[in-house]
Nanobody, 125 residues
Framework: QVQLVESGGGLVQAGGSLRLSCAAS????????MGWFRQAPGKEREFVAV????????DYADSVKGRFTISRDNVRNTVYLQMNSLNMEDTAVYYC??????????????????WGQGTQVTVSS
């Protein structure tokens, strides 16, 4: 019943921008911490960004700080990832994830309860 659906991925040139969305259903969205992760072919899934259920606390991987912004809309049950100044290293499948009452670090993918299907982001030169 819980479903996370990402959208907004696509092909962009280096230096460009893209905005990802993740629509959640089947859960009390405002109670969940929401995170973005990404996985490139042949690589492990890595943390990108997280925003707390309160919505005022956010954190980012060092590789995206200053370029990406995570936000959430608890009325629309949607979390966003605004990606600017994209480079080829950002190419990956991007996943949104949700967790509730977890004590692990928010960058720990194993602490998340639900995952979306992913959306492909490809950055070209």
């Amino acid at each position: 019943q819980v479903q996370l659906v990402e959208s907004g991925g696509g092909l962009v040139q280096a230096g460009g921008s893209l905005r990802l969305s993740c629509a959640a259903s089947g859960l009390t969205f405002s109670y969940y911490t929401m995170g973005w992760f990404r996985q490139a072919p042949g690589k492990e899934r890595e943390f990108v960004a997280v925003i707390s259920w309160v919505g005022s606390n956010a954190d980012y991987a060092d590789s995206v700080k200053g370029r990406f912004t995570i936000s959430r809309d608890n009325v629309r049950n949607t979390v966003y990832l605004q990606m600017n100044s994209l480079n080829m290293e950002d190419t990956a499948v991007y996943y949104c994830a949700a967790r509730f009452r977890a004590t692990q670090k928010s960058s720990d993918s194993s602490s998340y309860n639900y995952w979306g299907q992913g959306t492909q982001v490809t950055v070209s030169s």
